[in-house]
């Protein structure tokens, strides 16, 4: 048994990131850490890998936040600090 995250998971995230950084005029060119493939991809890769899929699927899995706007600020410097790299802390907030 595995969990993995799957396709479009943090999408949402990743291109407001990229949005934001576009508005600075930086390039986010390679700077998402993030793969997520289809279960079609998954299963693929984990049977040339030599696992047997017996079974996979995709469910959507709110994970909620603590402390507003500062959980998902806090999320961005744990998960996602590749975007940040060489901006000031006044272009992070």
Excluded: C
């Excluded at 993995?4 to 990131?17: C, D, M, R, Y």
């Excluded at 890998?49 to 079974?55: C, L, N, P, T």
């Excluded at 995709?58 to 744990?78: D, H, K, S, V, Y």
């Amino acid at each position: 048994m595995a969990e993995f995250g799957g396709k479009g998971n943090v999408q949402a995230i990743a291109t407001a990131l990229e949005s934001a950084l576009e508005e600075l005029n930086i390039s986010a060119q390679g700077l998402n850490p993030w793969y997520f493939p289809s279960i079609g991809e998954y299963t693929s890769l984990l049977e040339q890998q030599g696992f047997d899929v017996i079974h996979a699927m995709l469910f959507a899995r709110q994970t909620p936040l603590a402390e507003g706007e500062a959980g998902m600020a806090n999320w961005i410097q744990m998960f996602a600090n590749a975007f940040l790299v060489g901006l000031t802390d006044e272009q992070q907030i």
